[in-house]
């Protein structure tokens, strides 16, 4: 069992994250660093943990980028701050080919590596991208979260658990994965290949959900099938079927104290 420790917090593995020790992630999209900062001190106060969301940004050069992530870093207190490139290709707004993706990454670590935690990698960019944005975080000492996003399906349950257990082998330091439910029995299978995931490696902390009406239960239940994490938006949800993050926290600590017995 592994935890990922940031700046105090844990993201715990499946064997922890299963009796109910799930952190509470609040992201943030500002078009600029200056909004980046207004929005970052009351997400941090909500939260756990805080999503930047690059993508959201009107400027996304380099020094944009660096620009925003250390507004958001000074307005964070000690809370740790996720940096998350949400391509167009896994619902985000940008439009990047992973070449140009990897090199954005890459420059971020190299230009404010030591401004925020953990970095969100798309492993649909492919090896090439992994390998280089693996050694620029590496070399900065940031982890980086790999992550999948299916925006219009459930795939299989065994193809589900196949990739998070792909991404711990290839040196996730978290998996995640979201899927679009279209029946119950989606959001069901997402916790099932959850569950799978957590048994074949109970080392690599996981973070998982299905979107959308029909996978809010997996936001409120995921820690007892091993997942780490919940996203709760304050403000615009970045992602269809967020709650709002005051009624998941309640919801999280109440599941925490069930599942622990007290």
């Not at 996003?149 to 998996?175: K, S």
């Not at 080392?203 to 994490?229: D, K, Q, V, W």
């Amino acid at each position: 069992m592994a935890d990922l420790l940031l700046r105090g917090v844990a993201l715990a593995a499946p064997a922890r994250a299963g009796a109910g020790v799930c952190r509470l992630i609040v992201p943030v999209q500002a078009g600029d660093a200056a909004a980046a900062a207004a929005l970052t001190g009351p997400a941090a106060a909500a939260g756990d943990l805080v999503e930047l969301r690059l993508d959201a940004l009107a400027d996304r050069s380099p020094a944009g980028l660096a620009a925003a992530v250390r507004a958001a870093r000074a307005a964070a207190g000690q809370a740790p701050l996720l940096v998350t490139m949400r391509t167009a290709r896994e619902g985000g707004a940008a439009d990047l080919c992973p070449t140009a993706y990897a090199e954005a990454l890459a420059a971020l670590c190299r230009d404010a590596g030591d401004a925020f935690d953990l970095l969100d990698f798309e492993v649909s960019a492919g090896v090439e991208a992994r390998a280089a944005v693996q050694a620029a975080a590496a070399a900065v000492g940031v982890p980086v979260l790999f992550s999948r996003h299916f925006f219009r399906e459930t795939p299989p349950t065994g193809v589900m658990a196949d990739l998070l257990t792909e991404m711990a082998d290839d040196g996730a330091a978290v998996a995640k994965l979201a899927v679009m439910p279209s029946e119950p029995d989606d959001a069901a299978r997402l916790l099932e290949a959850t569950a799978l995931a957590a048994s074949r490696r109970p080392e690599t902390p996981l973070l998982t959900m299905a979107m959308g009406p029909a996978g809010t239960i997996t936001r409120l239940c995921g820690a007892a099938f091993g997942c780490c994490a919940s996203f709760g938006a304050q403000g615009a949800a970045s992602a269809p079927g967020q709650p709002a993050a005051p009624a998941l926290r309640a919801a999280l600590a109440a599941l925490e104290t069930a599942l622990q017995g007290n």
